[in-house]
């Protein structure tokens, strides 16, 4: 499983949107737009994953829009509860990818 996969996996489960639909939608503003564009953002921050791979991994042009909106959601002295929850998203889909590698190598 690619590091994106993992992150795509993690943020649908984390949002208990399902993870197909997720990646499916574009265009319009629906449940999924939001972990759609934490996903991107956490592809982005976490892995350092170009934009042109995260606009191949959705088939979609939101990468940039995506990276903004959540940044502006970061930058709000406001959201700190948002800012609390990426913060444990982040490290749930780090931790488990670590632990993956791990239980992978004992084999």
């Known amino acids: 499983m690619s590091y994106e996969n993992h992150i795509h996996r993690n943020v649908a489960e984390f949002y208990s949107v399902d993870s197909q639909k997720m990646k499916e939608t574009s265009g319009a503003k629906t449940p999924y737009t ?5 996903s991107m953002y956490l592809m982005r921050e976490i892995n ?4 042109s ?4 991994f ?3 042009d939101q990468v940039v829009h995506a990276n903004k909106w959540v940044n502006s959601y970061l930058n709000d002295p406001n ?3 948002f800012q609390m929850e990426l913060s444990r998203l ?3 889909i780090v931790g488990s ?3 993956q590698k791990l239980s992978l190598q004992d084999l």
């Not at 939001?34 to 934490?38: A, D, E, G, S």
């Open 34 to 38: 939001i972990p759609r564009y934490i």
């Open 48 to 51: 350092n994953t170009p934009h």
């Open 53 to 56: 791979a995260i606009k191949q």
């Open 58 to 60: 959705y088939n979609a």
């Open 79 to 81: 959201e700190v509860m």
């Open 90 to 92: 982040e490290k749930i």
């Open 97 to 99: 990818w670590d632990l």
